[in-house]
T-cell receptor, first 113, second 113 residues
Framework: AQKVTQAQTEISVVEKEDVTLDCVYE???????LFWYKQPPSGELVFLIR??????QNEISGRYSWNFQKSTSSFNFTITASQVVDSAVYFC??????????FGDGTTLTVKP | DTGVSQDPRHKITKRGQNVTFRCDPI?????LYWYRQTLGQGPEFLTY????????KSRLLSDRFSAERPKGSFSTLEIQRTEQGDSAMYLC???????????FGPGTRLTVL
């Protein structure tokens, strides 16, 4: 069975600080896909970043970057120079090749001005 | 196309009644997901369709829940003999491929009295 763990329940930072959200996953499958989604107070989930199990290259996209390490089954997400509008609940998700998706319980990020 | 739509947005029902929710995915998306989300939790996978075929169904889903996607376009989720524990937000998402990001609808909030 697959599992996604987001150990940080809540994080609070001051605007312009960098913040890293942790995600650890479990699966026996060799092909899988990892995602980060954002759920703002308005409620609708929005896609942020994606990585598949065959590509461990870490990238930067604007203020977002991610660190995927298969050896430790981690897929951490960093927001650089955080802004108040980044305040939301962030979910890490794992999708298997058959389509079944598992989400973590989320990390609530509060960015204070 | 304006995205994934769900109807109704809110539903209040009495325990024991049946309810049905509808999801209209993005038109070119052949994959469709149903999730349930309760306060403080991540989306919980319920079921997954590829076109009209239901490929995955959570073992957590009791036989009171059924989902259909008759023509590979819109989908319905029915809950029979609702219980108070069914109160939650029911989310629908669609995608073109399981490795791609899912696009989420606004959800249907169910309250069982």
């Amino acid at each position: 069975a697959q599992k996604v763990t987001q150990a940080q329940t809540e994080i609070s930072v001051v605007e312009k600080e960098d913040v890293t959200l942790d995600c650890v996953y479990e699966t026996r499958d060799t092909t899988y896909y990892l995602f980060w989604y954002k759920q703002p107070p308005s409620g609708e989930l929005v896609f942020l970043i994606r990585r598949n199990s065959f590509d461990e290259q870490n990238e930067i996209s604007g203020r977002y970057s991610w660190n995927f390490q298969k050896s430790t089954s981690s897929f951490n997400f960093t927001i650089t120079a955080s802004q108040v509008v980044d305040s939301a609940v962030y979910f890490c998700a794992l999708t298997l090749r058959g389509g079944k998706s598992t989400f973590g319980d989320g990390t609530t990020l509060t960015v204070k001005p | 196309d304006t995205g994934v739509s769900q109807d109704p947005r809110h539903k209040i029902t009495k325990r024991g009644q049946n309810v049905t929710f509808r999801c209209d995915p993005i038109s070119e998306h052949n994959r469709l997901y149903w999730y349930r989300q309760t306060l403080g939790q991540g989306p919980e996978f319920l079921t997954y369709f590829q076109n009209e075929a239901q490929l995955e169904k959570s073992r957590l889903l009791s036989d009171r829940f059924s989902a259909e996607r008759p023509k590979g376009s819109f989908s319905t989720l029915e809950i029979q003999r609702t219980e108070q524990g069914d109160s939650a937000m029911y989310l629908c998402a669609s995608t073109v491929f399981e490795g791609n990001e899912q696009f989420f609808g606004p959800g249907t909030r169910l309250t069982v009295l």
